[in-house]
């Protein structure tokens, strides 16, 4: 495989670390979160004037053509900053979904609107009792006539609270637990009987609560196959796992620079603590976590568009390994290796760490990503250890 980057993924890599290196300090991070929101609109603005709203989707909808590459570079630079905005719920998640599963006729209507910052959307999968499983689904939607009835609650859905649209999963028929009758319905946030409690999570993002009673969509509204979009599902949750891989690489490189600059300039015992050989050590094994992860990124991130369900599922449940093993490592010694401060809310590294144990349990833990890479074999050239 060759993970060099193209010219035109060099250019987009510069300019957004440009962009951020200026815009997106902590202290403006902190600034930002203020906001009602919990995030700035004129950040979300400047995204759109890059194009990097527009990245995934085909030219064709005012997008780039990009693909897993390119959101690999977008969301590494973003782990970096900690940005707030609602890059991946709108653009990975529900994005992903309208781009892998909707008609022409909605791709037509909504990703222009994406593309130029107009339209934000989530994707409400997750359920009280389904923890990591995306096929236990017990919202229900009831066909009547020529519309669709949901009921049911959806919980932790990533900046529900300000979408404009909810893409949400509901069974159409079969048990619970079934893998089949699962459809995908887009709703307005202001529909008649849809109500939304925001919160903010631990690492500072803000999320949602979402409750349908009785909540009415139309058939253009349905994305795909109202009983069949479990595949559509998955596939879009291992690309989305992928893009969270490399947002955690940037956060473990960041972490790792900020935590060397302390032990260059922090003095005890009249030295410099990154002259003591035992420290020196833990920075080492910092990097080397760091390495690895990026490695499996970059392996995630080609394997991410893979049409071989196994062989991606392999792929992107080895690289969540890593990085969960990763987020604890690095978190630990940056931490450890701050002392005090590393705790404090003024002081940006347990911030990161924070984040980075937040995207470990997305979409599935690292046990829970070990035991789905046991039941698939195993990756094809070797186990995880």
């Known amino acids: 495989m060759n993970f060099d980057l193209s010219e035109e ?23 930002y979160q203020t906001d009602a929101k919990g995030y700035s609109d004129a950040m979300w603005a400047r995204y759109a004037e890059i194009g990097l709203l527009a990245l995934p989707f085909s030219d064709h909808h005012g997008g780039f053509d990009g693909g897993a590459a390119e959101t690999m570079i977008a969301m590494e630079a973003f782990g970096k900053s900690l940005i707030l905005e609602p890059y991946f719920a709108t653009v990975v998640l529900a994005g992903g ?18 593309a130029e910052g107009r339209l934000k959307l989530a994707f409400a999968y997750a359920e009280p009792q389904s923890r990591y499983d995306l096929f236990d689904v017990e919202t229900q939607a009831k066909k009547d006539g020529g519309e669709w009835i949901l009921n049911g609650t959806k919980c932790l859905v990533l900046h529900g609270d300000t979408a404009d649209k909810i893409v949400v999963s509901a069974r159409t ?24 409690r925001g919160y903010p999570t631990q690492d500072g993002l803000r999320a949602a609560e979402i409750i349908l009673e009785n909540v009415r969509i139309k058939n253009v509204d ?28 940037g956060c473990f490189e960041t972490m790792q620079q900020i935590t060397l600059d302390y032990l260059k300039a922090r003095e005890q015992f009249g030295r410099k603590i990154g002259s003591f050989q035992v420290l020196q050590h833990r920075a080492v094994d910092m990097f080397v976590e760091l390495e690895q992860s990026r490695s499996m990124a970059m392996y995630a991130a080609m394997m991410a568009g893979e049409d071989d369900a196994i062989e991606r599922e392999r792929a992107i449940s080895a690289a969540k390994v890593q990085i969960g093993r990763s987020a604890k490592a690095i978190g630990h010694e940056s931490i450890q290796l701050h002392g005090g401060i590393g705790m404090t809310m003024e002081y940006s590294i347990g911030h990161y760490f924070k984040h980075v144990t937040m995207l470990d349990m997305l979409f599935g833990d690292a046990d829970h990503h070990l035991k789905r890479l046991a039941g698939l074999g195993g990756l094809s050239n070797g186990q995880v250890n």
């Not at 993924?9 to 600034?31: I, M």
Request: hydrophobic fraction near 40%; aromatic fraction near 4%.
């Open 97 to 114: 979904l309208l781009r892998l599963g909707g008609s022409e006729a909605q791709k037509a209507d909504l990703i222009p609107g994406i």
């Open 173 to 196: 028929s079969g048990d619970t637990r079934e893998r089949n009758g699962i459809g995908l319905f887009i709703i307005d946030a202001d529909a008649p009987g849809l109500s939304r």
């Open 9 to 31: 993924q060099q250019l987009l890599k510069n300019s957004v670390e440009r962009l951020l290196a200026d815009s997106y300090g902590f202290e403006k991070r902190r600034t």
């Open 222 to 249: 349905v994305i795909g196959d109202p009983e069949g979009a479990f595949p559509i599902i998955t596939r879009v949750a291992d690309e989305a796992v992928a893009a969270l891989c490399a947002e955690a690489v």
